[in-house]
């Protein structure tokens, strides 16, 4: 249990659980929609004439890098988690500086 409260997934789980919390209690929540208007459709870009088919495209590409990018940090703490824990006397080190 001691472990979960040290996991940066935890601390990222908090900070959204918190931010949407408070985004709530501020009534930042979805906007009126005002009558004769269509409400919010997931995907709609894909369809809806104001965007341009450049737009359309370079949000794929912002979205995929950004899925790239949070792969490589998820690579690279698992290479960091799994690396050697040093000598018995760099151990020792850390524990004296950890206390």
Do not use: N
């Not at 998820?74 to 206390?99: C, S």
């Amino acid at each position: 249990m001691r472990r979960l409260f040290k996991s940066p997934a935890f601390f990222s789980f908090l900070f959204l659980a918190v931010l949407a919390t408070s985004l709530t209690c501020l009534g930042a929540g979805p906007a009126a929609v005002p009558s004769g208007a269509h409400g919010f459709h997931y995907f709609s870009f894909w369809t809806d004439p104001a965007f341009s088919q450049a737009e359309r495209y370079g949000l794929l590409v912002v979205l995929g890098v950004a899925f790239s990018g949070l792969l490589y940090a998820w690579w690279l703490m698992g290479q960091v988690r799994g690396a050697d824990k040093g000598t018995p006397k760099m151990q020792e080190i850390t524990a004296a500086i950890r206390e």
